[in-house]
T-cell receptor
Framework: DAKTTQPNSMESNEEEPVHLPCNHSTISGTDYIHWYRQLPSQGPEYVIH???SNVNNRMASLAIAEDRKSSTLILHRATLRDAAVYYC????????????FGAGTRLTVKP | ETGVTQTPRHLVMGMTNKKSLKCEQH?????MYWYKQSAKKPLELMFV???????ENNSVPSRFSPECPNSSHLFLHLHTLQPEDSALYLC??????????????FGSGTRLTVV
């Protein structure tokens, strides 16, 4: 899988939007961009994924750059429950491959 | 509750013990996975099963032995473990192996301590 780069940590204030960046400059045309998050003492949780177009769901929005070399996970109003490690992962759509995690971004939400 | 249930939640075992971790899903998924998460390390993929067949063994030592009797159940049999095997063991499932489909569903994990 192509490599992704995320900041180690970010802070946000409660009820404010959060933009979590991910760089993937070596992304191929068939790589899907997946985001997961892991709350303390839990397994990772699927958040959202996309290929080329921006995506929205009840949890978050995914904004994908036009050249696809970066993407941003947007939490529209952060809550204390959003404090977690967020992982950005690329998965090649040409193969039935597994999913491999990096270190992710640790998001702290301040009241 | 995510739909993937792992038991036990916590396990302490001696280096000479034999124990098994269990994972169960009734989501109708066909692929199941074991991951290991050690302290301050990223998740490491251990095994992949698709339609009960093992499709990947990520160079895991033989003291870890997976078993997938059907698409809903996955076991990880443990024997003669080392203290460095202490970690959070996570099970996940997905509809299939295609990356463009819906994502993985993870269980809450088994926290294993080897003494």
């Amino acid at each position: 899988d192509a490599k992704t780069t995320q900041p180690n940590s970010m802070e946000s204030n409660e009820e404010e939007p959060v933009h979590l960046p991910c760089n993937h400059s070596t992304i191929s045309g068939t790589d899907y961009i997946h985001w997961y998050r892991q709350l303390p003492s839990q397994g990772p949780e699927y958040v959202i994924h996309g290929l080329t177009s921006n995506v929205n769901n009840r949890m978050a929005s995914l904004a994908i750059a036009e050249d696809r070399k970066s993407s941003t996970l947007i939490l529209h109003r952060a809550t204390l429950r959003d404090a977690a490690v967020y992982y950005c992962i690329l998965r090649d759509g040409r193969s039935s491959n597994d999913m491999r995690f990096g270190a992710g971004t640790r998001l702290t939400v301040k009241p | 509750e995510t739909g993937v249930t792992q038991t036990p939640r916590h396990l302490v075992m001696g280096m000479t013990n034999k124990k098994s971790l269990k994972c169960e899903q009734h989501l109708g998924h066909n692929a199941m996975y074991w991951y290991k998460q050690s302290a301050k390390k990223p998740l490491e993929l251990m095994f992949v099963y698709n339609f009960k067949e093992q499709t990947e063994n990520n160079s895991v030592p033989s003291r870890f032995s997976p078993e997938c009797p059907n698409s809903s159940h996955l076991f990880l049999h443990l024997h003669t473990l080392q203290p460095e095997d202490s970690a959070l063991y996570l099970c996940a499932s997905s509809q299939d192996l295609r990356p463009g489909t819906y994502g993985y569903t993870f269980g809450s994990g088994t926290r294993l301590t080897v003494v």
